[in-house]
């Protein structure tokens, strides 16, 4: 079992707020996608971090709208509700930590009221994608129409992102 990267210490606090600042891909079907991890979900952040690199399908979602999730079962993560939403925008990754259904994570691409078949719920707001908006419409749609896609995140180096961003910029 990993430790969680938040504790009491001054160091380990110091080192979870670089983590925050690091700037992660995300490859989701033909797409990539930069983002920041969430300042008001610490806790959210070290256990998402602790995952990367991470690797899985997205499926679209059954109740909430504009929304592709990642189904994870029965796994509990721990972490406390913090910068939590159930009407979330395209561009945030939101992590439900479980309870009333269960623990997934959240892509949203449009418009998202978080919810299962047991109604409205709630969940930790802990990435939001930066740059590459202008195509997760288009993946949303993909996931929906053809079906589950794969997606990985990771943190971006700085080669990562400059090729990113020169490939951004061929497009135009």
């Known amino acids: 079992m990993k430790t969680p990267l938040l504790s009491s210490s001054s160091t380990t606090r110091a080192a979870a707020t670089v983590l925050l600042h690091l700037v992660f891909l995300i490859t989701a079907g033909p797409y990539k996608f930069l983002g920041m991890f969430e300042e008001a979900a610490p806790s959210t952040v070290a256990v998402f ?14 109740w909430s709208g504009e929304g592709m999730w990642i189904p994870l079962g029965a796994q509990d993560f721990q972490v406390p509700f913090e910068n939590h939403t159930s009407h979330s925008s395209a561009g945030q990754l939101l992590l439900y930590p479980g309870g009333f259904s269960e623990t997934d994570f959240l892509f949203c691409y449009g418009g998202v009221h978080f919810a299962s ?13 930066t740059e590459g908006m202008e195509d997760l419409r288009a993946l949303g749609e ?5 079906g589950t896609q794969d997606v990985r995140f990771e943190i971006a180096d700085q080669g990562m992102i400059s090729e990113f961003r020169a490939s951004r910029r061929s497009k135009l």
Do not use: E, F, S
Request: net charge positive.
């Open 49 to 62: 971090r602790a995952l990367l690199p991470y690797t899985q399908k997205l499926i679209h979602v059954r």
């Open 117 to 129: 078949k047991m109604g409205t719920l709630a969940a930790n707001h802990c990435l939001t994608v």
């Open 142 to 146: 993909m996931v929906l129409w053809k």
